[in-house]
């Protein structure tokens, strides 16, 4: 069985896969800025379809619009600490969208004793 570890805060940053910073991906800018913050972790998403701002639909079904497709950075950390890091994006973004969730966070095998989670 699982346990919950405790309360966190889920930073999802949702912007294009072509938003770049100083030439550089903008996800990957994000991901690296808080590694460097020492939050506790961070995941990329690629979306297959979606749209935003503009209004217009990007899909990875078509080719001639396969470009520009949505992208979601997940931060998971400590309240205090995501809060932190949000003056980064600040500096980060011009466009996108930032949303911020309470979460409870569950590890997966923790508290059986056993490290596939069965027993022992």
Do not use: K
Not at 8 to 31: F, K, Q
Not at 85 to 106: S, Y
């Amino acid at each position: 069985m699982t346990s919950p570890t405790g309360d966190a805060l889920r930073l999802t940053v949702l912007v294009g896969e072509n938003d770049t910073w100083r030439h550089r991906p903008l996800y990957s800018e994000i991901v690296h800025r808080a590694h460097a913050a020492g939050l506790a972790g961070a995941s990329v998403f690629r979306g297959i379809e979606g749209y935003g701002a503009s209004s217009l639909v990007h899909t990875s079904r078509l080719l001639s619009l396969s470009d520009g497709l949505p992208v979601a950075v997940v931060v998971v950390d400590t309240e205090e600490r995501v809060r932190s890091f949000l003056p980064e994006l600040d500096a980060l973004m011009t466009d996108g969208l930032v949303l911020l969730d309470r979460c409870e966070v569950i590890r997966p095998g923790r508290g059986t004793g056993t490290r596939d989670g069965g027993p022992r």
